[in-house]
């Protein structure tokens, strides 16, 4: 019989281990996020010594995403971030939501498959190197927290989901428990003989002790401020800045001061003692006199001040947006990121277009809704989205009653209880709009919407960017598939296979290309080449290469003088690219094989019986630079089952690695793969030499085998 086991003892389980690891470390924060069933989403699970609020920015974390964490898990390695100075750095948008003193280390938590990363957090005070035997207690560490995963999955528990993480207290136990009040009282009996006053946080920030000297200089009563976070109860103390002492306390655990004011005139230092079980202030009187009458005075406003967790949120996803590329990366990003970070459970992202709004992206809504509220006018009274959009000013309702006195037929559409309606506005010019809804009412304190409104212009920016990339990489795109040819012929007595990937940077577009001619029924022609850089302007003078080839070849025509009349098409051009080129020539009735090469890698041939081996022929020069160049022609035999791989070389250059090293490691491939399928063969030889993942160059790989007569 399975045993299906107690999913909710299996969580405590990983909690416990989660701690362990945490405790013998020595960290001062610790953090595990799992991967999503996607593996696209890092979501934090479990989070000790810091509040779950502080941590909110990173509760859902894309594996694509620059942070240590994602680099963590994609690269398969520990990230060691040894200083404040080394984060900004390397992971400048994560110091600039994190901008505190402290060392961070994150590790991969594999077992039978990815599962997740461990993120760990040490004081500032620490080295700022990690010895070998650190990171092996960490990678050990790792590897418990994978077995006891899979353990629990075995029995049907955790990964969990994606919703608000545990937070584990540190387990410490400070409080006296022989149950003898002597101590106790002795202790608080000293803390009201001080001067001044004093006064214990938790990790959370809320009061959990007052002394009495504390209690008359913040101007409160302990019962009433007890278990209060001293930003929300303390009127004078609602103030960004200090909300910030706080976190630089509790995520440094270093020693933090600061003066505030209490009104009318009396000025106060604040002394906070952060360890793993809280945090110890001491409030001494600074005796400095008021400011003087004529200074400016704070006006009291309706407003309350946004809290300096939603700054650095703000900051946070501000980056991001700068990060993203194409529209789709966007409609990602307030998914994954903006979303969670208001509460909200749909979204509708609709751009304007010819006088509608068109949906780009959406979640949490039925297809059947997506379908009434997609192609609505700029002008529709149906919903808020188009009064929000013609004024650009954002339209907020907490509840379906706000809403059905206004739009009575709009919440019946989405079934959602809020929404908050935000215009993407640039310069005066709507390009779309962003709505946020919630299952369940919601209010909109107005630090929130001023936060919502001044996102929604970073947004607008993106969006826009990301229309003008899809632009023209759509255009890039059609100019490259135009080039190509779209399918090869059909030769007897070969067998053929062909692929051509793209940069992963830039525009996605290039200047490698590849061609396969008929000639005649004896005859045909291979071509592979390669123009400098993969922009538009290589994409053209590639299709004018393949063009020059196709316009130099002839029956009988040798590779060489194939070449050298292409040689001077593109020196009468007068290009500033270079270009390579490789012409073979194969000969059926002859029984031959003649090749040419402009600067191009050489093709590895593969003979019955034999392995692989790089072709061992002279090149020419690179095509356009001399006019009168010589390009030496090889021949070699035409035997039944001979295969001839051609490439550039964005297939084999590796940093680091000697061109010729990667060219003998390729053709071991080639050497290992079987030839049964050469299409499968041809996806063989991409994915074991790495170009699957991040491409700095296009590749173009052709495959021809004669099969006989």
């Given at each position: 019989m399975t045993d299906t086991g107690d999913p909710a003892a299996d969580g405590e389980g990983l909690d416990a281990a989660f701690a362990e690891t945490v405790r013998r470390t020595g960290a001062a924060v610790g953090a595990l996020y799992l991967l999503s069933p996607d593996e696209q989403v890092l979501s934090l699970e479990v989070l000790t010594g810091a509040p779950a609020e502080l941590a909110e920015p990173w509760w859902r974390v894309p594996v694509a995403a620059p942070a240590p964490v994602s680099d963590a898990v994609r690269e398969e390695r520990m990230v060691w971030v040894g200083s404040q100075s080394e984060m900004a750095?390397?992971?400048?948008?994560?110091?600039?939501?994190?901008?505190?003193?402290?060392?961070?280390?994150?590790?991969?938590?594999?077992?039978?498959?990815?599962?997740?990363?461990?993120?760990?957090?040490?004081?500032?005070?620490?080295?700022?190197?990690?010895?070998?035997?650190?990171?092996?207690?960490?990678?050990?560490?790792?590897?418990?927290?994978?077995?006891?995963?899979?353990?629990?999955?075995?029995?049907?528990?955790?990964?969990?989901?994606?919703?608000?993480?545990?937070?584990?207290?540190?387990?410490?136990?400070?409080?006296?428990?022989?149950?003898?009040?002597?101590?106790?009282?002795?202790?608080?009996?000293?803390?009201?003989?001080?001067?001044?006053?004093?006064?214990?946080?938790?990790?959370?920030?809320?009061?959990?002790?007052?002394?009495?000297?504390?209690?008359?200089?913040l101007g409160g009563e302990a019962r009433q401020l007890l278990g209060t976070l001293p930003w929300q109860s303390l009127r004078w103390l609602d103030d960004p800045t200090y909300e910030d002492r706080y976190r630089a306390a509790v995520l440094s655990r270093a020693p933090v001061s600061f003066t505030a004011c209490r009104p009318p005139g009396q000025w106060l230092e604040f002394h906070l003692y952060p360890d793993d079980s809280g945090i110890s202030v001491r409030i001494i009187p600074t005796g400095a006199q008021s400011p003087p009458v004529s200074a400016p005075r704070r006006i009291a406003s309706a407003a309350v001040p946004a809290r300096v967790g939603q700054l650095y949120q703000l900051t946070h996803l501000a980056a991001a947006l700068t990060e993203v590329v194409g529209v789709q990366d966007v409609i990602d990003l307030v998914a994954d990121q903006i979303m969670p970070a208001f509460g909200a459970q749909g979204l509708v992202l609709s751009a304007a277009d010819a006088g509608r709004l068109r949906i780009t992206g959406y979640r949490g809504y039925s297809p059947r809704a997506i379908e009434l509220l997609d192609g609505l006018p700029l002008d529709t009274g149906f919903t808020p989205a188009g009064r929000a959009l013609g004024s650009g000013i954002p339209a907020f309702f907490s509840n379906p009653e706000e809403m059905r006195r206004i739009y009575p037929e709009?919440?019946?559409?989405?079934?959602?209880?809020?929404?908050?309606?935000?215009?993407?506005?640039?310069?005066?010019?709507?390009?779309?709009?962003?709505?946020?809804?919630?299952?369940?009412?919601?209010?909109?304190?107005?630090?929130?919407?001023?936060?919502?409104?001044?996102?929604?212009?970073?947004?607008?920016?993106?969006?826009?960017?990301?229309?003008?990339?899809?632009?023209?990489?759509?255009?890039?795109?059609?100019?490259?598939?135009?080039?190509?040819?779209?399918?090869?012929?059909?030769?007897?007595?070969?067998?053929?296979?062909?692929?051509?990937?793209p940069a992963t940077r830039g525009m996605d577009v290039g200047g490698d290309f590849y061609d396969l001619i008929r000639l005649d029924e004896t005859a045909a022609a291979a071509v592979i080449g390669d123009v400098q850089g993969h922009n538009v302007a290589a994409a053209a003078l590639m299709g004018q290469v393949r063009t020059g080839v196709h316009a130099h070849?002839?029956?009988?025509?040798?590779?060489?003088?194939?070449?050298?009349?292409t040689n001077r098409l593109l020196t009468d051009l007068g290009v500033d690219l270079f270009t390579s080129c490789l012409y073979a020539r194969v000969d059926f009735a002859g029984r031959r094989v003649a090749l040419a090469s402009a600067g191009h890698p050489p093709p590895l041939l593969r003979l019955p019986g034999h392995a692989a081996r790089p072709l061992d022929m002279p090149p020419g020069p690179l095509l356009g630079i001399d006019p009168d160049a010589d390009f030496p022609v090889t021949e070699i035999p035409l035997v039944p089952g001979l295969m001839l791989a051609f490439y550039t070389d964005g297939l084999i250059e590796t940093p680091g690695v000697d061109l010729e090293d990667s060219m003998n490691q390729l053709a071991e491939e080639l050497s290992r793969a079987d030839d049964g399928d050469l299409d499968t063969l041809v996806d063989t030889l991409l994915r074991t030499s790495g170009t699957a993942g991040q491409r700095t160059d296009d590749v173009a790989l052709l495959v021809v085998q004669y099969t006989g007569p």
């Open positions: 750095r390397s992971y400048p948008r994560t110091a600039m939501a994190l901008p505190y003193p402290l060392a961070l280390a994150a590790a991969p938590v594999t077992g039978v498959r990815r599962w997740g990363a461990l993120l760990l957090l040490w004081p500032a005070t620490r080295p700022s190197y990690m010895t070998g035997r650190e990171q092996g207690n960490i990678v050990s560490s790792c590897r418990r927290l994978a077995r006891v995963i899979e353990e629990a999955v075995e029995r049907g528990g955790p990964p969990a989901g994606t919703g608000r993480p545990r937070v584990l207290s540190d387990g410490t136990g400070h409080a006296n428990g022989d149950g003898d009040a002597g101590p106790a009282m002795a202790a608080a009996d000293f803390v009201e003989r001080l001067p001044g006053g004093s006064c214990a946080l938790d990790l959370a920030g809320r009061f959990t002790y007052l002394s009495s000297g504390a209690c008359t200089l709009a919440p019946h559409v989405s079934g959602k209880q809020a929404w908050a309606f935000l215009p993407l506005v640039i310069s005066g010019r709507a390009v779309g709009i962003c709505v946020l809804s919630y299952e369940h009412p919601h209010d909109f304190p107005a630090a929130e919407r001023a936060v919502l409104t001044s996102l929604a212009g970073l947004i607008a920016q993106a969006l826009d960017r990301a229309r003008l990339y899809d632009t023209k990489h759509d255009l890039a795109h059609a100019l490259q598939q135009a080039l190509l040819p779209r399918t090869l012929p059909a030769i007897d007595g070969l067998r053929i296979a062909a692929r051509y990937l070849t002839s029956l009988g025509t040798p590779p060489d003088r194939v070449l050298a009349g």
